[in-house]
């Protein structure tokens, strides 16, 4: 079964306490990304990678960073939270147009 | 700029009805379009992808169509039931980094 995997699920932490929300996939996509959605906003890209270390901005890339060092996986780092950055992060693969998407990371930053 | 519009916010019909939820977005250039639902609290799960060369899709009860020339997609939802009470998103790839640009959604409720 098509497979994108993030955790935690949930996560409540404090400002500045550096966090990593994991997003993995089994369907040996080259591409992945990650997106932020708010209430009135909608989603937002944040990050995407094309492939295997290459990575690049998206529309609100400010506050984050990532990394591919393997296929399957693509880690969303946030160095230094704050409360600005409480969202709800999905992580999203696809090929062909078709898009697959995890069950989401609802963070809360206090 | 692609901006990608749904509207109304909201939709509530009752059980049985047909729908439609359109979906508009600015710069006709686009790769693909695709339609997904949003159940609360959970991730988006892909209803159907048209690619710029097709008119239509359909997937059982939902039809999703597409005029790349107005810049407009509907889905069509047949028999409504209140299962299909979710929130529905329209997004447009443009082939550029292969981002997606998402509408706001549509919240619609099915009354039983």
């Known amino acids: 079964e098509a497979q994108v995997t993030q955790n935690p699920r949930y996560l409540i932490t404090v400002t500045g306490k550096k966090l990593t929300v994991t997003c993995s996939q089994n369907?040996?996509?080259?591409?992945m990304s990650w997106y932020r959605q708010d209430p009135g906003l909608g989603l937002r890209q944040i990050y995407y990678?094309?492939?295997?270390?290459?990575?690049d901005k998206g529309d609100v890339p400010e506050g984050y960073k990532v990394s591919r060092k393997e296929k399957r996986n693509f880690p969303l780092i946030l160095e230094s939270p704050s409360p600005n950055q409480t969202s709800l992060y999905f992580c999203?693969?696809?090929?062909?147009?078709?898009?697959?998407f995890g069950q989401g990371t609802r963070l809360t930053v206090v | 700029k692609q901006e990608v519009t749904q509207i109304p916010a909201a939709l509530s019909v009752p059980e049985g009805e047909n729908l439609v939820l359109n979906c508009s977005f600015t710069?006709?250039?686009?790769?693909?379009l695709q339609w997904f639902r949003q159940d609360p609290g959970k991730g988006l799960t892909s209803l159907l992808l048209?690619?710029?060369?097709?008119r239509e899709q359909t997937s059982g009860r939902l039809n999703a169509s597409l005029d790349k020339s107005s810049g407009r997609s509907t889905l069509y939802i047949a028999a409504s039931q209140p299962g299909d009470s979710a929130t529905y998103l329209c997004?447009?790839?443009?082939?550029?980094?292969?981002?997606?640009?998402f509408g706001k959604g549509i919240t619609l409720s099915v009354r039983p």
């Open positions: 048209i690619q710029s060369s097709q």
């Open positions: 369907m040996n996509h080259e591409y």
């Open positions: 990678s094309m492939n295997v270390e290459v990575t």
């Open positions: 710069d006709s250039a686009i790769y693909n």
């Open positions: 999203a693969t696809h090929r062909t147009g078709l898009a697959f």
């Open positions: 997004a447009v790839d443009t082939g550029a980094n292969s981002k997606l640009t």
